[in-house]
């Protein structure tokens, strides 16, 4: 070989002294027989020439060699040296496609994500070191497939005070927010042999996505004057409903309703699925308690702490009848699936008083903001019927038949992103006449961009009328 | 109704004063509601008369039982006053079978954990102070399905520079652990038409449930004196293998088997699963390098954080070829499934430096177990010939055969877990002769047991021939 090995040593960027030699020996030349530098084939030198060449012992030479073979880039054989290894791959093909940066709203006011800069990291951070300084180790290892006993237990007390769940924490499951126990729940319908799941005409497309990937076929119900009506589930099966507050039209499924669905699922051995996604965050009166209050052997409630707190903490809990329960463990493969330290966190956080605390300084903000937004739009859109505003973290605006996609527009030209009604929130088999609307997470901005935000939405609901706001046509929609 | 209301009222523990007087109404009606007391049909007296029994405004009454009849728990009807629903479920049925509390054994040296004693609390909660602390609010939010850039990145570089991985931090995805990883790629499997799996003749049945119960059929690999033989895997679908360090068995894959897999596996477009539970944890030479960088595209490697920190962190990594990563990514529903202030912290534990420092501080501690166990039974055991000790945290015992299961009971008489191999560890399929051996993984106990898990295995191990120890028959298995 011509090639003198010293220059190639010196290429490889060697530093020949130090502990740390054999190492980078091997790292380097692994790297040249990766880069297509030391082609297949290849016949190294020996180790003693190679040894001489770089002025190093040469056993350390012939390890690198060594943990090279084992890896499978050089071959070593009687007679024939140490080789570059056939088949080894091209260079790399360098990242593949890499996502296109989207270039973020100046303003977002789409639903579904809370205030991220009030999460409260102090106090979550004081509750972490508290819950990790506290905790056993043998927290640390694979726990309970249902999750910590900590945090179900607190969460038990919390649903049964705050939200009337009737909560065990035995039948208590924590999961990585509504999507992940919706999932889990699939596995658990499937098997009993469910193949359609009643949901309502308004809600949200992922969790309709994630029904039909898993091979459930989504029936939407009627909508009408008074919201949902669940009377067309006949049972068995699953029915999928938000009670509280229905997402994300944000009236609470009518009393006779309640009673009815419960009923006709204890009657007929279905199961009611109750997303209780912000059942916190009620203005005006206190909050409707929960559905599964009424029947716990036959509602399954999901709670999550992703409006409550943040979605990146990828907690929630679903409070399950006791076999589901099993159910529910065994579809999550026996095992826990959600972090031991943040579960604990979580835990530490509710008993300390510091969930309390925050729901309620976070009610308090939402609540402004709700009031602010309601007070703009009546300065500056009065036409607009704003409803679903006694809940929550987002509002409809109703706006005249026709306008949804053109004021979606007008809105992005301010910069602001908002989502219409119709493509995200309607079921496609809805046969409810499609309203045109926004829906307004008033939740999302952070405080120093929510006056933005709220001028820009004003903005693009006054782009018709020369400005002068968007007139209704008829009197049945004011 | 000649029910006393006041004395009622004060049944239900009522503090008839504060602002919190309406909602301990609601509360204490809707569970003498629930517990039966009222039981359905039971007409309420009118908000008035209630109100002058309980001494508190009328209103308040109202309000409560508005409350109420929004939950359903009571009915309202023009005329006939209000009236506790209809259908009211029994009072709650108790919380169902307890499970019975295993009781823990004295001594553990089952295999899986690590000495979650030695978890780096305080490292840990200081990285989590600065993670937190660095983070941008939309952190917090929904996040890339793909888990945080900070982690991608951090772990691209580690694992590149660690284990001779070739990492691009956008085909890396974080997962909740090796077993949440192997799902997902289930589901990509089974999406590719993919029916059977080859795996390990030896490796852990939990593994092998998960992939059956993904609709994998799992076909062993011949096991021999050099260890498994991949030769039997022709391709495509997929082959599972622990290259770095077989599990338990301990050796690594020979470095021809390693070539040969992965040049069968970029013939037939078949996809290689490089299990690297343990990689960090080698002992006597350099790691094993990941069978991943001789092939990106046709290799999955998959790494865990629970080995090296802890299983109750529930991280994982996977290091994908391109097309693969989008297909897990679809299969994790298109959402981040971990939660982000363990990642965040994870990507700061790393590039500060301190998860090499653990690493290399648990590497030692675990070298010194390992040396204390070997040398224990060359004492106190010197017949029998311990294996596959080299790396990780767990060593193999080869038992004289027919004795597996006596040793086993045995331990469980001196309080100690130890599993034997058969069970858990050989394939129901494997056509390899079953060996008699025990599974000791010797970083499970924290170290105030350590050295009493020792004594009683010795003591296991000696309780034949007089208690002179175990001797093996015949030379081949010396």
Redesign the interface.
């Known amino acids: 070989m011509a090639r003198s090995w010293a220059t190639f040593g010196v290429d490889l960027h060697l530093e020949p002294t130090g502990p740390q030699l054999?190492?980078g020996l091997?790292d380097a030349l692994?790297e040249a027989v990766?880069s297509g530098r030391l082609p297949s084939g290849t016949r190294l030198p020996s180790s003693r020439s190679l040894a001489v060449d770089l002025g190093i012992a040469r056993n350390t030479v012939a390890?690198a060699y060594a943990?090279l073979?084992?890896?499978?880039?050089l071959?070593a054989r009687q007679g024939s040296g140490t080789r570059v290894?056939?088949?080894?791959?091209a260079p790399?093909?360098g990242?593949?496609p890499?996502r296109p940066e989207r270039r973020a709203p100046a303003y977002d006011l789409r639903p579904?994500?809370p205030d991220?800069?009030s999460?409260p990291?102090a106090e979550?951070?004081r509750a972490?070191?508290r819950a990790?300084?506290d905790a056993p180790?043998?927290?640390?290892?694979?726990?309970d497939p249902r999750g910590r006993v900590e945090l179900r237990t607190a969460l038990a007390g919390y649903l049964s005070r705050a939200r009337?769940v009737?909560a065990?924490p035995?039948?208590l499951v924590i999961c990585?927010?509504f999507?992940?126990g919706l999932?889990l729940l699939t596995t658990v319908l499937r098997a009993r042999g469910t193949r359609t799941i009643a949901v309502e005409s308004y809600g949200l497309d992922?969790h309709w996505r994630?029904l039909a990937?898993a091979g459930l076929r989504t029936v939407p119900l009627p909508f009408d004057a008074l919201g949902t009506d669940p009377g067309e589930w006949k049972g068995p099966g699953a029915v999928l409903l938000a009670p509280a507050h229905q997402f994300p039209m944000g009236a609470?499924l009518h009393?006779d309703r309640?009673?009815a669905v419960?009923?006709r699922a204890?009657h007929t051995g279905g199961l009611v699925l109750e997303d209780d996604y912000d059942g916190e965050f009620r203005y005006d009166?206190?909050p409707?308690?929960a559905?599964q209050?009424?029947?716990?052997?036959h509602v399954v409630y999901l709670g999550t702490a992703?409006k409550s707190l943040?979605?990146?903490?990828?907690?929630g809990w679903m409070v399950l009848p006791?076999g589901v329960a099993q159910e529910v463990t065994a579809a999550k493969?026996?095992?826990?699936?959600?972090?031991?330290?943040?579960q604990l966190t979580l835990a530490e956080f509710i008993t300390s008083g510091a969930y309390d605390r925050h729901v309620r300084a976070a009610r308090l903000r939402y609540r402004r903001r709700r009031d602010a937004l309601v007070a703009a739009l009546a300065a500056r859109a009065p036409a607009i019927r704003v409803t679903g505003i006694a809940a929550g973290l987002h509002a409809v605006l109703r706006l005249p038949p026709g306008m949804e996609e053109a004021v979606v527009r007008a809105a992005a030209g301010q910069g602001l992103a908002v989502d219409g009604l119709v493509p995200r929130y309607r079921h496609p088999d809805a046969v409810t006449e499609p309203l045109d609307a926004l829906v307004v997470g008033y939740g999302t901005p952070?405080d120093h961009a929510w006056s933005g935000a709220l001028d820009a939405l004003s903005r693009a609901l006054s782009f018709g009328e020369n400005g002068s706001g968007i007139s209704f046509p008829g009197p049945d929609l004011g």
Chains 1, 2 share one sequence.
């Open positions: 054999r190492r091997t692994r990766r390890d943990d073979v084992a890896e499978g880039w071959t290894a056939e088949g080894r791959v790399p093909s990242a593949g890499r579904g994500t991220l800069a999460f990291r979550w951070l972490a070191r990790l300084t180790s043998d927290a640390l290892g694979y726990g009337g009737r065990d035995e039948h990585g927010g999507a992940h999932k992922e994630l990937a609470p009393p309640r009673a419960v009923n204890r009166r206190q409707v308690g559905l209050g009424l029947d716990p052997d992703s943040a979605p990146g903490l990828r907690l006791p493969g026996g095992v826990d699936t959600s972090g031991v330290l943040d952070p």
